[in-house]
């Protein structure tokens, strides 16, 4: 068996790179074609908001691609991403297009905003700026999707360094390992994560944070986890 050691140093090979977002303490930009939490939301003329049960759905985060310093593979050629969230539920484990809907775009050309919703805003609008990290590490759960971590389990006192020497974000980020609250995640196709903002006024649950996964035939998968 592999000593505790050996087993830290085959953790710290695995350790991922990843797009952390920065919400506003900047000047905001002109463009709105450019990475925002809230707002109308893009897409092309002849689109609109998307709906449920009858109410506009609204645009949470948009991304554009080229801005992220880590771009997860899943993403492919994408350029642009908006993702919506229904007014009237948190839509935990449904399906795309029901109570959320993300939106790919392969080209900037022709992206306006849409058209305003006469619903109130239920998140404050803040630009983004992403900040590379590389040092993104797993939780207790997907580490043993990675590596044995029985000599670490099984040591007296040698898995303090495991909770409290390494980085793990919490907040909106692309790329990296899923920051989980209740148990492990699935880590294949894991896209990127949207946490619970207090500058946004937007929380997930008590606290929680919103998983987004992509197959490999393109079909993407929403989970969220919270306290």
């Keep these: ?3 505790v050691e050996e087993i830290y140093k085959e953790l710290d090979l695995h350790l991922r790179d990843a797009s952390v977002a920065q919400i506003g303490g900047f000047r905001p930009p002109e463009d709105k074609i450019t990475s925002w939490f809230g707002g109308q939301g ?14 506009d759905m609204f645009c949470l985060l948009q991304v554009k691609v080229s801005e992220l310093p880590v771009i997860p593979p899943e993403l492919g050629s994408a350029e642009f991403l908006v993702i919506f969230i229904n007014r009237e539920e ?20 022709g992206l306006q905003l849409l058209p305003k919703s006469e619903e109130p805003d239920l998140v404050k609008d803040f ?11 797993p939780d207790w759960e997907n580490a043993w999707d990675i590596v044995d971590m029985t000599p670490i389990n ?11 020497d390494y980085s793990r974000y919490s907040g909106t980020k692309f790329g990296g390992f899923p920051k989980c609250i209740q148990h492990g995640h699935n880590l294949d196709g894991f896209v990127f994560q949207i ?23 393109g079909e993407w998968a929403f989970e969220c986890q919270f306290y």
């Design 195 to 217: 946490g619970s903002e207090e500058k946004l006024n937007w929380m997930w649950a008590d606290n929680g944070i919103a998983y987004f996964n992509k197959s490999e035939s």
């Design 90 to 109: 948190f839509p935990f484990d449904k399906p795309h297009g029901e109570g959320w809907e993300i939106r790919e775009y392969k080209s900037l050309e």
């Design 127 to 137: 630009p983004i700026q992403w900040n590379k990290v590389e040092d993104d590490a």
């Design 42 to 55: 893009v897409g092309l003329s002849n689109e609109v908001l998307p709906t449920y049960k009858g109410r």
């Design 1 to 3: 068996m592999k000593s």
């Design 154 to 164: 099984e040591s007296d006192g040698e898995d303090e360094k495991f909770f409290y």
